[in-house]
Nanobody, 123 residues
């Protein structure tokens, strides 16, 4: 069993940066792929970024490529999402996911989810 807690969300102006962190409990976390998803009001949850168990493979949604970077520290049981050049359309609740055997783009690829952290990009 893995429990996930996200942090780092908040209000930022367009063009600004935020760093989201996801702290995991359970030693098995380091064995799993992890990902970030987001859900805006009235929209479905969508894939943002994913990373393999050892950090050797990453994948991104086209909408965030070149602006967001996913990373992990298995010694600290954390996975992070560095978000730069933020746009108003990045506004959403961001969810951390784990428990996947590969860095998938669909939420069915993951077994464990955090409660989410709100990111608002607005002037």
């Amino acid at each position: 069993q893995v429990q996930l807690v996200e942090s780092g969300g908040g209000l930022v102006q367009p063009g600004g940066s935020l760093r989201l962190s996801c702290a995991a409990s359970g030693r098995t976390f380091r064995s799993y792929a992890a990902g970030w998803f987001r859900q805006a009001p009235g929209k479905e949850r969508e894939f943002v970024a994913a990373i393999s168990w050892n950090g050797g493979s990453t994948d991104y949604a086209d909408s965030v490529k070149g602006r967001f970077t996913i990373s992990r520290d298995n010694a600290k049981n954390t996975v992070n999402l560095q978000m730069n050049s933020l746009k108003p359309e990045d506004t959403a609740v961001y969810y951390c996911a784990s428990g996947g055997s590969y860095p998938g783009k669909t939420y069915s690829a993951y077994n464990y989810w955090g409660q989410g952290t709100q990111v608002t990009v607005s002037s």
